[in-house]
């Protein structure tokens, strides 16, 4: 009996060690955070992982954010869409916010959208995610609407070509054919002076003028 007391008594320091030395690097890893050293930070918080085995949810998005603070983004956006899974629906809700951030800065806005709007559903009182959502939703609809007036104004602009203006651009094409490219040009050139349609082949009498150029030089 004793000398079973005695060896659970001569394991308790060195439980009471592991436990202290574990605290430590938990606060150590917040301090660093905190004070935005963010690459001693991650390197703190993948100990934590690693080393004393603390795979906490909460553990993972400091790491997380700690990766996207120091410019790991690839990291920091593996471990917020492993995160959107998580139990915590605070913490789901604020990795898939996270990943929104990320894709938005991407460019990738459609999506940066989706990963807002999953960011609600996992957590409606996510007020940062609804400002975020709200915000992105009204300047893609406020874009496409411009990008639809310029594509109208541009349709508008480019008249369809009439038969004349077909019968030039196939004249410069055979033109073309047999390498003539300054005669193609002149005739593109003169048949713009008279029929304002021909401008529907602006881009071919573009590269002519480049080619003509070229051989110039």
Same mark, same amino acid.
């Given at each position: 009996?004793?000398?079973?007391?005695?060896? &659970?008594?001569?394991?308790?320091?060195?439980?009471? &060690?592991?436990?202290?030395?574990?605290?430590?690097?938990? !606060?150590?890893?917040?301090?660093?955070?905190?004070?935005?050293?963010?690459?001693?930070?991650?390197?703190?918080? $993948?100990?934590?992982?690693?080393?004393?085995g603390i795979n906490?949810?909460?553990?993972?998005?400091?790491?997380?954010?700690?990766?996207?603070?120091?410019?790991?983004?690839?990291?920091?956006?593996?471990?917020?869409?492993?995160?959107?899974?998580?139990?915590?629906?605070?913490?789901?809700?604020?990795?898939?916010?996270?990943?929104? /951030?990320?894709?938005?800065?991407?460019e990738k806005y459609?999506?940066? $959208?989706?990963?807002?709007?999953?960011?609600?559903?996992?957590?409606? &009182?996510?007020?940062?995610?609804?400002?975020?959502?709200?915000? $992105?939703?009204?300047? $893609?609809?406020?874009?496409?609407?411009?990008?639809? !007036?310029?594509?109208?104004?541009?349709?508008?602009?480019?008249?369809?070509?009439?038969?004349?203006?077909?019968?030039?651009?196939?004249?410069?094409?055979?033109?073309?054919?047999?390498?003539?490219?300054?005669?193609?040009?002149?005739?593109?050139?003169?048949?713009?002076?008279? !029929?304002?349609? /021909?401008?529907?082949?602006?881009?071919?009498?573009?590269?002519?003028? !480049?080619?003509?150029?070229?051989?110039?030089?």
């Amino acid at each position: 009996m004793n000398k079973i007391l005695l060896a &659970t008594l001569l394991l308790i320091p060195s439980s009471w &060690t592991q436990i202290s030395e574990k605290n430590k690097a938990i !606060d150590s890893a917040e301090e660093r955070y905190v004070k935005a050293d963010y690459e001693e930070s991650v390197r703190e918080h $993948l100990a934590l992982l690693n080393e004393y085995g603390i795979n906490s949810e909460e553990a993972n998005f400091d790491l997380a954010l700690s990766y996207q603070f120091n410019e790991q983004e690839e990291d920091a956006q593996q471990k917020y869409v492993e995160l959107v899974g998580a139990i915590k629906s605070n913490i789901a809700s604020s990795a898939s916010n996270q990943n929104g /951030v990320i894709l938005g800065r991407g460019e990738k806005y459609k999506e940066a $959208l989706e990963a807002f709007k999953t960011a609600l559903i996992k957590d409606p &009182t996510n007020d940062i995610a609804r400002y975020n959502y709200e915000l $992105l939703a009204r300047w $893609l609809e406020q874009n496409e609407d411009q990008q639809q !007036d310029q594509k109208d104004n541009q349709d508008q602009d480019k008249q369809e070509p009439s038969n004349y203006a077909k019968r030039m651009k196939a004249e410069a094409d055979k033109l073309v054919e047999q390498f003539k490219f300054k005669e193609a040009l002149d005739v593109m050139n003169k048949a713009l002076e008279i !029929d304002e349609t /021909v401008s529907h082949y602006q881009e071919f009498i573009k590269n002519l003028g !480049d080619v003509n150029e070229i051989n110039e030089n």
